[in-house]
């Protein structure tokens, strides 16, 4: 018998589709029973939607003006070299 | 986007690539930086993941031209990313040391009774969207703050699989983790964000 506690620790894998055919039944058996890890599982598969709509992180854009500043600096650098050597 | 017109968009930046054309380079850069951070900063500190992927993009100047879009622009740059941190861990003699024996984050494992029932159920409430939510600027700041508490390899994979939406298998390749360890490290960042969700809107406190 799956134990809301075992449910936890499966709770991602049985989100992401990542269960076995037994495994995913005992689990909708007990969800079907058990209020709170329905709230659990809403919840993390909301936690996840959060995660994903929250930016991917930016940048400090200092960085991003570093490497512009590097990568022009090798286009200009491998663009005479080329011209050289034609 | 549909796929198809991200692809045409992908194979139209690609070949400015190849031609060196800075513009291309501008976009393809504030395009796929953050992910190639999020890659490096599994392997590196804060500091060093920043000059990896300086670095990893002087050198895709000249790696463009041997390009030949398999795997895609971004996971080929993942890869360019995870080679060099590598290599760069080598030199230092650095490990990476992970646990992947709990798959429970410690503060949730409390939460049962010793049958494995709820003892403190989950008391979050979801009437905004996801995308609704963000717009909070405080729950906004807070998430930033506990991703940056996380640890670098479970903030990575949760980068690379939810933001960045990689398949498993890429994360996999990338992370150089198995795929139950990532099943670990992706469940327990989960964790983490619903734990810092629920005391958030509890309290109203970080
Ligand atoms: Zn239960």
């Given at each position: ?70 990568v022009?600096?090798a286009l200009?650098?491998r663009d005479?070299?080329d011209?050289?050597?034609? | ?7 045409g968009h992908e194979e139209a930046l690609i070949t400015g690539l190849q031609a060196g054309n800075e513009a291309d380079f501008q976009q393809a850069v504030?395009?796929y ?24 993009w002087v050198s895709v100047i000249g790696a463009i031209q041997k390009f030949e879009g398999r795997s895609g622009l971004?996971?080929w740059l993942?890869?360019i ?126």
């Open positions: 018998m799956l134990m809301c506690r075992d449910l936890a620790g499966i709770a991602s894998d049985y989100i992401d589709g990542e269960l076995g055919t037994t495994q995913k039944l005992s689990v909708k058996m007990h969800l079907m029973m058990c209020k709170d890890c329905r709230s659990f599982i809403g919840n993390l598969r909301a936690s996840t939607d959060l995660m994903r709509a929250h930016s991917s992180g930016k940048p400090d854009p200092e960085l991003i003006r570093r490497i512009d500043e590097r022009a600096e200009q650098t005479s070299h011209s050289k050597n034609e | 986007m549909k796929t198809a017109e991200l692809e504030r395009l930086t953050p992910g190639m951070l999020a890659v490096a900063r599994f392997y590196l500190d804060h500091a060093n993941a920043e000059e990896v992927v300086q670095d990893c971004k996971t993942h890869r990313v995870a080679n060099r941190c590598k290599n760069k861990l080598r030199s230092n003699k650095k490990e990476v040391a992970t646990d992947f024996s709990a798959t429970l984050d410690p503060e949730l494992a409390d939460r049962f009774n010793a049958s494995g029932r709820w003892a403190v159920p989950p008391k979050l409430q979801f009437h905004d969207s996801a995308d609704a939510l963000m717009e909070n600027d405080a729950l906004s700041d807070c998430l930033d703050k506990h991703l940056s508490f996380l640890p670098e390899t479970q903030r990575s994979a949760l980068m690379l699989y939810e933001a960045h939406q990689h398949k498993s298998e890429d994360v996999c390749n990338i992370l150089d983790v198995s795929t139950s360890n990532l099943r670990v490290l992706l469940h327990r960042a989960r964790q983490r964000i619903f734990l810092m969700v629920e005391t958030f809107q509890e309290t109203g406190e970080c």
